[in-house]
């Protein structure tokens, strides 16, 4: 038990009672003081911890899963693998995602700006409409994966492999053009 707490509130303590990213302190658990929110450290989460802004994930599977629409705005996601996953409308924005794996993905109209996603692997996914303005994708791997209408505004692409990649209507990096129809591999 936490400093003689009654047994209830050492319960829902040690269930680590999280409300979107903060922990509910002991006050607010039944001691009556105050319902402040403390802020919770996302030093290295388990991978059956619920999916929040800042998350910090290591060598997690959520191959096959339905995940769409998650916020893991300013996630750490080292190792993850997303294949064969549907991460559509997941808000990825200024998350660190080194070596993530999303090969033959759905990951339509994902948000990644701002996010690192060095050495990255979206081979064979579909990024429709997803956003990578200002991402860092350097060593990313694009192999026939579908990028069409994706916005690559101001993204660093050194390195990247877009080999076989459809990027029609993408707007490249410079923010201007937009690949033509029929853009595969390179924006024409």
Known sequence: MFW???????????????????????????????TSL????????????????GVNWRRCYFDGQDLRGLNLEGAKLRDVTFQRANVSETNFAEADIYRGKFISAEVVQADFRDARLQSADFTRANLNGSDFSNADLRGARFVDAILTNADLTGAEVGDAIFRDADLS????????????????????
């Open 4 to 34: 003689g707490l009654n047994k209830a509130v050492t319960q829902r303590l040690q269930a680590g009672a999280l409300v979107a990213g903060f922990a509910l302190n002991a006050f607010a658990l039944g001691l009556g003081l105050s």
């Open 169 to 188: 209507g993408a707007t490249w990096i410079d923010g201007q053009r937009v690949c033509s129809p029929g853009s595969i591999g390179a924006c024409r």
């Open 38 to 53: 403390v802020p919770v450290s996302h030093s290295l989460a388990a991978c059956t911890d619920v999916a929040a802004p």
